[in-house]
């Protein structure tokens, strides 16, 4: 791919979010792919051009999270090890998803808003709850792969709930940042 190439797909990118955020579809999933000058061109399909939203989203949480120092790399110690070693990395991926989002909010809002209606962004996306459960300390890489989702995706509800309400998970120690939300994603998934 030419530096022309590689331009050209990240302006249709900004646009195609831009455009998704202007039609007010970040709410019913669908990016106005057939506006966008290009897209067809250079993706083929809308599912391409979503694809490559989700692999731009997860550059800039995985970015976000090495600069945290919570890359999956970086754990060592076994989840549920009561110690202020396993609510620092909860701490850091927490901060490093919310650094990622606040300052990527259309961008996320559009790749989350199409998750249940295309599958292979359904697949991408529970890779992403696995790194962020494993990458936290709250699950193992050799645990059941459904139950490391659900403990990922009870952590981002988690945190989405704590950026819409304000408030912070009760129950636990009182620690300052995050540390309460460590002892809650093994509490609240379904079958962890």
Do not use: Y
Not at 44 to 66: D, K, S
Not at 85 to 93: G, P
Not at 104 to 121: G, Q
Not at 155 to 180: I, N
Request: charged share 25%; proline share 5%; aromatic share 4%.
């Amino acid at each position: 791919m030419s530096w022309s190439d590689f331009r050209r797909r990240r302006d249709i990118m900004d646009s195609a979010v831009a455009e998704a955020v202007r039609a007010g579809s970040t709410t019913d999933g669908r990016i106005p792919f057939d506006r966008i000058d290009g897209a067809r061109d250079l993706f083929g399909t809308e599912e391409q051009l979503l694809l490559a939203l989700h692999q731009r989203w997860h550059q800039i949480l995985t970015g976000h999270l090495r600069a945290e120092g919570a890359g999956p790399e970086d754990v060592t110690a076994a989840p549920g090890r009561e110690n202020t070693e396993d609510s620092d990395q909860v701490d850091a991926v927490s901060r490093a998803w919310r650094r990622a989002v606040s300052l990527n909010r259309d961008l996320h809002a559009v790749v989350n808003a199409n998750v249940e209606r295309v599958p292979a962004l359904r697949l991408a996306q529970d890779a992403e709850l696995r790194l962020l459960a494993v990458t936290s300390g709250l699950a193992a890489p050799h645990e059941p792969e459904d139950e490391v989702i659900a403990v990922g995706a009870t952590l981002v509800a988690l945190l989405r709930h704590r950026d819409v309400s304000g408030t912070k998970p009760s129950g636990g120690s009182a620690t300052s940042g995050d540390g309460a939300i460590g002892q809650w994603p093994r509490r609240l998934a379904p079958s962890a």
